[in-house]
């Protein structure tokens, strides 16, 4: 065999090469877009099937683990939680978001909201476990959360959201005297840092209803109920982006008529 004729196999197989990759690349990229749709529509498990489809093609691709670590949390959510057995099943899945959520910061560390999906998830276990009960796993939220804040990546959007779980996490565990919670390791928590966080999350990205609603609330605690009432009229403005907006919206209206003399 000649050089020539080498030279050119050779040539000709890395042009296949990157030919078979541009078009797996091209079809993750579709089957993301797929992922994206389905979210919008609040349809989890499909979500979560077409994104398992781009993990079996490319299993190492950010976009991909992130979102499937979302789907996770997302069904999580809605699954049934009546009995032990229930519980177990749902506590399965956060943890299945949990693990993806580290595959994607291992994936890429500089990415914001790989750390941010790590402190959604970590802070649905909290919840579930009981925020007082496991306050390692609290202060691993606080942290990627201001971890993904400070990396300041993934845009307007996925900085608000972090902006509103710092906040949210704040609100939460200030409900608990001071004192009490110091001795856990979450003195740390303040219900005014919360106001400025969820503030800050309103301004990145002024149409999700979640933010003000967990901001009218933070603001009740400190009777300010002329602009909790503000906020909360504006949580019924806005448009339908997740699939708790509802839930919430109801809540303001509630919350709006306990309010209402005050």
Not at 166 to 194: C, F, M, Q, Y
């Amino acid at each position: 065999m000649n050089k020539h004729y080498s030279k050119t196999l050779l040539a000709i197989f890395l042009v296949s090469i990157i030919a078979t990759t541009n078009l797996l690349a091209q079809s993750v990229d579709k089957l993301i877009d797929e992922v994206d749709n389905y979210y919008k529509q609040f349809n989890n498990e499909k979500a979560l099937e077409v994104a398992k489809k781009a993990e079996k093609t490319d299993p190492d691709n950010f976009e991909v683990i992130w979102r499937i670590s979302r789907a996770y949390v997302d069904i999580a959510e809605k699954m049934p939680s009546s009995t032990s057995q229930q519980e177990d099943a749902q506590l399965a899945v956060y943890q299945k978001a949990l693990e993806y959520a580290d595959k994607a910061i291992k994936i890429n560390p500089s990415s914001s909201i790989g750390y941010l999906r790590r402190a959604i998830a970590n802070g649905k276990i909290a919840l579930f476990k009981g925020v007082f009960s496991v306050a390692g796993v609290v202060n691993s939220v606080r942290a990627d959360v201001e971890k993904s804040i400070q990396l300041n990546t993934g845009g307007n959007f996925t900085q608000a959201v972090a902006h509103y779980v710092l906040g949210r996490t704040h609100a939460k565990i200030s409900e608990k005297w001071k004192p009490a919670r110091s001795v856990l390791g979450l003195g740390w928590a303040d219900n005014e840092i919360a106001i400025a966080e969820f503030k800050k999350a309103i301004a990145l990205y002024p149409t999700y209803v979640m933010f003000y609603v967990d901001y009218a609330n933070s603001l009740i605690r400190e009777d300010e109920y002329k602009i909790a009432r503000e906020m909360l009229n504006k949580a019924l403005q806005q448009p339908i982006q997740h699939q708790d907006d509802e839930k919430r919206m109801a809540e303001a209206k509630k919350t709006l008529n306990d309010i209402k003399d005050e």
